[in-house]
């Protein structure tokens, strides 16, 4: 089986493990986000400067997601990582990113393979687009993700104080490996 066939059913079953972990769990307070959220200003290329580990990142560096609005209504996903080091094979996965009705674009819905959507929703973000914080309402995912592949100490300790705040468990936080892009 192909690698990029492999992460995609990888990515597809922890969807749904997450949206069925989301719908049987009520025991968190509701998770707040941002009010609204430009998507022609979130286009574009983003770094994972820290994240809760998820499997189909096992062994990721460099690990970066590009958006782009796509014409039909939804946001074109591009994940991309490099495998075991800095100069790993790299692997892609690309997907669609749907906005939730009445969200004003703070909460969407990110469909890797179908039929399966996890939670993607945006919990804070720099008025000039230079950072956010994403997680899903079960705590379970978690990303701080920069504009550059190194975010300010006091900017990504503010962030983690919010996700704890806000019910995540920010001790099993993972920095990635940007390495490659400095």
């Known amino acids: 089986m ?40 979130y286009e574009g290329r983003w770094y994972e400067i820290a994240a809760l580990p ?8 460099c690990v970066y997601a590009e958006y782009r609005q796509n014409p039909e209504g939804y ?29 004003n674009n703070s909460k969407l819905k990110v469909q890797f393979f179908w039929p399966f959507k996890g939670d993607y929703w945006i919990l804070e973000l720099d008025s000039d687009y230079q950072y956010v914080l994403v997680g899903s309402p079960d705590r ?7 504009r550059t592949p190194q975010l300010d100490e006091e900017v990504y300790d503010r962030l983690v104080q919010l996700a ?3 019910g995540f468990p920010v001790e099993d936080l993972r920095l990635m490996d940007q390495s490659c892009y400095l």
């Open 54 to 61: 998820q499997r189909y990142e096992k062994g990721c560096h």
């Open 164 to 166: 704890r705040q806000k």
């Open 140 to 146: 379970e995912s978690l990303w701080i993700l920069s």
């Open 75 to 103: 946001v074109d996903v591009y994940n991309f990582c490099r495998k075991g080091g800095p100069e790993g094979e790299g692997e892609a996965a690309t997907g669609k990113a749907f906005p939730v009705e009445g969200s």
């Open 2 to 41: 192909k690698k990029k066939t492999k992460l995609l059913l990888t990515a597809g079953a922890l969807l749904v493990a997450t949206a069925l972990v989301s719908s049987c769990s009520s025991s968190h307070a509701p998770l707040a986000t941002v009010p609204r959220v430009d998507l022609d200003r």
